[in-house]
C-alpha cells in the first residue's frame, strides 16, 4: 500500500448522474493531483493543487470540478459527463516537507460513462 | 513551465536484449528526474530517479543517464525478461514544484 487511496475503484455512471471520485493521502504531502489515463493519452495532468490551493487547471471541461478541502483529501465532482470521459482516473500525491518530488499514485478509478 | 517529451512511444524488444527511452526537458532549473513503471491494470510506481548532480545512476539491471546541458535523460534496461512489458513514464520537475510526465512508452519484451 502505497498510502493513497482512491474510491470507488469501479464507477458506471449515466451522462445525467453526479458522482464524486475520493482521494486520500496519509504521507504528509503538499501537492496532490488528478490525472486522466485512457488509450489515445497514456498520463494526462487534469488537476494540481498544492497547499490546498489549485495551482493548475489543464483546460479541463467544466463537467470535472476538483475540491481539496485539506492537504489530505482530494475530490473530482463529475456532471453530465460524455461517453469519451471514459477513463482511469488516477491520483497521486507528493512534495513532502523535505522537498522530494516523488510521485505517489492511488490504484485508480476506472470510470465508465454510458 | 516545464515540457516533457518522451520516445518512442512503443518499444518492442526481444527477450535479452537491452530497452533504451529517451525523454527531453524545456526547463533548464529542472533537477529532478524519476522513472515510473505502470504494468496492466496496476497503478505507476517509481523504478529508479536521478538527481542533477548526478549524471549516472544504476540499480541492477535499470539505468538512467543524465545530460543536464542536453536537457535530455534516459533509461536503460539491459537483459530484457517478459515482467519488464510495462508503460514506462518519465518526469521532471524543480525542487518543491510538481512533476511534469512524458507520454508514456509502452515497452514489450518478446520471449
Known amino acids: 500500500e502505497t498510502g493513497v487511496t482512491q474510491t470507488p475503484r469501479h464507477l458506471v455512471m449515466g451522462m445525467t448522474n453526479k458522482k464524486s471520485l475520493k482521494c486520500e493521502q496519509h504521507l504528509g504531502h503538499n501537492a496532490m493531483y488528478w490525472y486522466k489515463q485512457s488509450a489515445k493519452k497514456p498520463l494526462e495532468l487534469m488537476f494540481v493543487y498544492s497547499l490546498e490551493e489549485r495551482v493548475e487547471n489543464n483546460s479541463v471541461p467544466s463537467r470535472f470540478s476538483p475540491e481539496c478541502p485539506n492537504s489530505s483529501h482530494l475530490f473530482l465532482h463529475l456532471h453530465t459527463l460524455q461517453p469519451e470521459d471514459s477513463a482511469l482516473y488516477l491520483c497521486?500525491?507528493?512534495?513532502?516537507?523535505?522537498?522530494?518530488?516523488?510521485?505517489?499514485f492511488g490504484q485508480g478509478t476506472r470510470l465508465t460513462v454510458v | 513551465g516545464e515540457n516533457v517529451e518522451q520516445h518512442p512511444s512503443t518499444l518492442s524488444v526481444q527477450e535479452g536484449d537491452s530497452a533504451v527511452i529517451k525523454c527531453t526537458y524545456s526547463?533548464?532549473?529542472?533537477?529532478?528526474f524519476p522513472w515510473y513503471k505502470q504494468e496492466l491494470g496496476k497503478r505507476p510506481q517509481l523504478i529508479i530517479d536521478i538527481r542533477s548532480n548526478v549524471g549516472e545512476k544504476k540499480d541492477q539491471r535499470i539505468a538512467v543517464t543524465l545530460n543536464k546541458t542536453a536537457k535530455h535523460f534516459s533509461l536503460h534496461i539491459t537483459e530484457t525478461q517478459p515482467e519488464d512489458s510495462a508503460v514506462y513514464f518519465c518526469a521532471a520537475s524543480r525542487r518543491y514544484e510538481k512533476l511534469t510526465f512524458g507520454t508514456g512508452t509502452r515497452l514489450t519484451i518478446i520471449p
Open positions: 526547463d533548464s532549473a529542472s533537477n529532478y
Open positions: 497521486a500525491s507528493s512534495q513532502d516537507r523535505t522537498g522530494s518530488t516523488e510521485a505517489f
